[in-house]
């Protein structure tokens, strides 16, 4: 290579890193927006900008390593297939995927991703000189032998948990794994304790275990171990949590693609790995933290475990329930001053969320203050609700989070409760609920509250709640856009 060829490649090689440093400076700014509804829109487009340059620079620095390798074509033909036919499976998705689907979509995401980095993890071991690990006839550094153990295991439990938490989210398959309600057997934290240590022994062996012929047996049964861990994670955790649970199989998908960047030296991967790591482990603190439990009381097992004790079906047959009908809740609200709406999954369900906007402008044109209030647990994922209301156009300054609203309930006239059960169940505050400590938006102080449900079952947490059979309550019963459409209709 002469002097002109060489700076070439060096020049080439530096505008690379510099457009990895665009796409991560891009990254950055996507995580700043997407701290706030008015600003997501923004961040979306930083965080699709970033991946566009990262994705095409990643293109063309495989264009430059196969011409200078002169090998065949036909692994640059199969990335791109992969990413023609991945990019279209994407597109299709996110245009007829429902807000209702989100949360298993988004679980079914964080699947692959841990997928992909066990595939990667064994191509690197299998063909290490292929990715410049090794040269060509050497074994494995010591190093990358970390690296791709870390990797592999933490991407297979990121694919068997995401698994189970799709199934969780999907609510329509029979498999008892995939039910909403807690899978616990005797032993079974001892049980996860015990696989936790061989698989890390069996790591040990494969980063130990130096060569030019990798040690298959150890990183197959590390591997394996690992993708059964990740199911007995994510079983005993009831539905009530699966909001951490989708942001700590976020947190796992992150740290997976990092692993596998420092064996591959992308920093790309890292950076970005690192982001979604740390992003998704504080929002997993946050979580925890709005529900009053530790990260590990969380995945140790789930809210559910004592649904049974709890017995909310025989307590709802005995207990009398006030209940009314939209034109009667129509009229309450018209005659209120201030109104708080509290969304919930079954918002969701019904794809009410453009109805309501509607209702509320009916409302305020009435001269009636309304604002939404949000519960950082509610719905089936983190910021579900504020999604929902933004999906919408709902005026970004009606929404408040719960701390800032908590305060406003004693004074308020009328609180509106669509489909919301367990965050706004009165029993956090007795202290020997299963829920106890739970922060909770309090809508019991409230003068009147309308409950819309579907019926009297229990929410996700499989509890009873006290709200509905509160003297100043009344229950609407019936689809969500049903009945908000009726208000709309009697508010008329």
């Not at 019991?444 to 709640?465: E, F, Q």
Request: glycine share 12%; proline share 4%; with cysteine.
């Amino acid at each position: 290579m002469n002097g002109a060829e060489h700076g070439m490649c060096f020049i080439s090689m530096n505008l690379v890193t510099m457009m990895y440093l665009i796409a991560s400076v891009c990254f950055i700014q996507a995580l700043k927006g997407l701290s706030s509804p008015a600003t997501a829109r923004r961040g979306n487009a930083f965080g699709m900008s970033g991946m566009a340059i990262a994705a095409v620079t990643t293109v063309a620095l495989i264009l430059k390593l196969k011409a200078e390798s002169a090998t065949g074509g036909l692994g640059f033909a199969l990335v791109t297939v992969g990413v023609v036919v991945g990019g279209a499976i994407g597109a299709m998705l996110a245009k007829k995927v429902e807000m209702t689907k989100m949360p298993e979509l988004v679980a079914a995401m964080h699947s692959l991703i841990g997928l992909a980095a066990v595939c990667i993890a064994v191509a690197a071991v299998s063909e290490p000189h292929a990715f410049g690990i090794a040269a060509a006839g050497e074994a494995l550094p010591f190093g990358n032998r970390i690296e791709l153990f870390i990797g592999t295991f933490v991407g297979a439990i990121t694919f068997s948990g995401s698994v189970i938490a799709f199934g969780k989210l999907s609510g329509k398959y029979k498999f008892r794994l995939f039910q909403g309600a807690p899978v616990s057997f005797a032993g079974q934290h001892m049980l996860n304790l015990v696989l936790a240590l061989v698989m890390v022994g069996f790591g040990i062996g494969f980063v130990t275990t130096g060569g030019v012929e990798p040690a298959w047996a150890p990183f197959v049964v590390m591997a394996a171990i690992a993708f059964v861990l990740g199911v007995l994670i994510i079983i005993p955790i009831g539905g009530a949590d699966m909001p951490v649970v989708v942001s700590m199989l976020n947190s796992y998908s992150g740290w997976a693609a990092a692993g596998i960047g420092f064996s591959l030296n992308n920093a790309m991967l890292i950076i970005a790995g690192s982001l979604v790591g740390s992003s998704g482990a504080i929002l997993s603190y946050i979580m925890c933290k709005a529900m009053n439990r530790s990260f590990f009381n969380v995945i140790l097992g789930g809210f559910g475990g004592d649904a049974a004790a709890g017995g909310p079906a025989g307590a709802q047959e005995q207990r009398p329930v006030k209940a009314g009908s939209a034109d009667d809740a129509a009229f309450i609200m018209s005659n209120a001053e201030t109104v708080i709406i509290v969304p919930g999954y079954g918002l969701a369900v019904a794809r009410a969320q453009h109805s309501l906007k509607e209702l509320v402008e009916k409302l305020t044109h009435k001269g009636v203050t309304v604002k939404y209030a949000i519960h950082p647990v509610a719905g089936r994922m983190p910021g579900h609700m504020n999604v929902l209301l933004a999906e919408a156009e709902v005026p970004y300054d009606q929404v408040f989070e719960m701390e800032d609203i908590n305060g406003e309930f004693g004074q308020t006239d009328v609180v509106l409760v669509l489909g919301a059960n367990d965050v706004v169940n009165p029993a956090a505050k007795d202290p020997k609920s299963p829920i106890a400590g739970m922060p909770i938006l309090e809508a019991y102080k409230a003068k009147s509250i309308i409950v819309n449900k579907r019926s009297m079952a229990s929410g996700y947490a499989g509890l009873d709640n006290d709200l509905f059979y509160q003297a100043n309550t009344m229950m609407v019963f019936g689809d969500a856009k049903k009945v908000i459409e009726d208000m709309v209709k009697a508010v008329e």
